[in-house]
């Protein structure tokens, strides 16, 4: 809940100016920032006219400079937040650096769809699914991992689609937050560039399946920082990360990893 709060103040207080504001969106950053929840202040942030029964759609993006002629993206750009935001259909986004996210709101029956003109601007998307504001911390999984697919596919975006038959439908989410913790527990000894570093680095490898020059390029690195981290991680896990194997089995970990210990774009 804290990590959605924290997106919620930076979507309300980014200079999104050129697409509007109004006092709606002033009151709820007040009320989220002395404490209220969310919840509380999504109802807040609807479409005027909207009453009741608001969901809303996470996104995740990454900016690809191979798929784009505009120079890299800022946070304080007017003109790309404009942009972006009339694409995607809301004022609430957010960009760092090479990272997006935003809130869309919808119905609950909205399937989302991939704007040409932020694949044009040289954005990569993951979508989740509608959800109500109390389930916007799921949703914010659901949009990361969509993200990391696309990445995977070279594809412009990705939609979360749920699948009651997935393995986690039949591993207790409790339990397989407690196996990742305890898989990636060693990291937390790896000293220089961190644990964080790592995992992001592991994570960004396994989905690019494992090709050094496309983990490089999306991490924005030489492809031999690439190897030496994950040859640090093999190392501290014990493991060969070239058995099919074990790169399945650190893969559920990495998606079953807790929200503290995750990384965003």
Same mark, same amino acid.
């Given at each position: 809940?804290?990590?959605?709060?924290?997106?919620?103040?930076?979507?309300?207080?980014?200079?999104?100016?050129?697409?509007?504001?109004?006092?709606?969106?002033?009151?709820?950053?007040?009320?989220?920032?002395?404490?209220?929840?969310?919840?509380?202040?999504?109802?807040?942030?609807?479409?005027?006219?909207?009453?009741?029964?608001?969901?809303?759609?996470?996104?995740?993006?990454?900016?690809?400079?191979g798929r784009s002629?505009?120079?890299?993206?800022?946070? =304080?750009?007017?003109?790309?937040?404009?942009?972006?935001?009339?694409?995607?259909?809301?004022?609430?986004?957010?960009?760092?650096?090479?990272?997006?996210?935003?809130?869309?709101?919808?119905?609950?029956?909205?399937?989302?769809?991939?704007?040409?003109?932020?694949?044009?601007?040289?954005?990569?998307?993951?979508?989740?699914?509608?959800?109500?504001?109390?389930?916007?911390?799921?949703?914010?999984?659901?949009?990361?991992?969509?993200?990391?697919?696309?990445?995977?596919?070279?594809?412009?975006?990705?939609?979360?689609?749920? =699948?009651?038959?997935?393995? =986690?439908?039949?591993?207790?989410?409790?339990?397989?937050?407690?196996?990742?913790?305890?898989?990636?527990?060693?990291? =937390?000894?790896?000293?220089?560039?961190?644990?964080?570093?790592?995992?992001?680095t592991l994570r960004?490898?396994?989905?690019?399946?494992?090709?050094?020059d496309r983990a490089?390029?999306?991490?924005?690195?030489?492809?031999?920082?690439?190897?030496?981290?994950?040859?640090?991680?093999?190392?501290?896990?014990?493991?060969?990360?070239?058995?099919?194997?074990?790169?399945?089995?650190?893969?559920?970990?990495?998606?079953?990893?807790?929200?503290?210990?995750?990384?965003?774009?």
């Open positions: 809940m804290t990590s959605t709060a924290t997106v919620l103040l930076a979507l309300l207080t980014s200079p999104r100016h050129a697409l509007g504001t109004d006092t709606h969106s002033v009151g709820a950053l007040v009320r989220l920032m002395l404490g209220a929840t969310p919840a509380q202040v999504a109802p807040a942030l609807a479409p005027a006219g909207r009453t009741g029964g608001e969901h809303w759609i996470v996104v995740h993006g990454r900016h690809n400079p002629t505009p120079p890299p993206p800022t946070g =304080d750009d007017p003109a790309q937040l404009a942009t972006l935001g009339t694409a995607l259909g809301t004022p609430y986004l957010y960009i760092d650096g090479p990272g997006l996210r935003a809130l869309i709101p919808s119905a609950p029956d909205t399937r989302p769809s991939a704007p040409a003109q932020a694949a044009d601007l040289g954005w990569i998307l993951g979508f989740s699914a509608p959800v109500s504001a109390p389930d916007l911390p799921p949703a914010d999984r659901q949009a990361e991992r969509a993200l990391q697919r696309a990445i995977a596919a070279d594809a412009p975006a990705v939609v979360h689609s749920p =699948d009651p038959l997935s393995l =986690d439908a039949i591993v207790a989410p409790a339990d397989a937050q407690e196996l990742a913790r305890t898989r990636f527990a060693p990291l =937390d000894q790896a000293g220089s560039p961190g644990a964080t570093v790592l995992l992001d960004t490898w396994l989905n690019l399946h494992g090709s050094w490089a390029a999306a991490l924005r690195v030489h492809r031999n920082t690439v190897r030496h981290r994950l040859a640090r991680v093999a190392e501290l896990l014990d493991v060969d990360l070239q058995d099919p194997g074990v790169r399945m089995e650190l893969w559920f970990a990495l998606h079953w990893l807790p929200d503290d210990h995750r990384t965003h774009p």
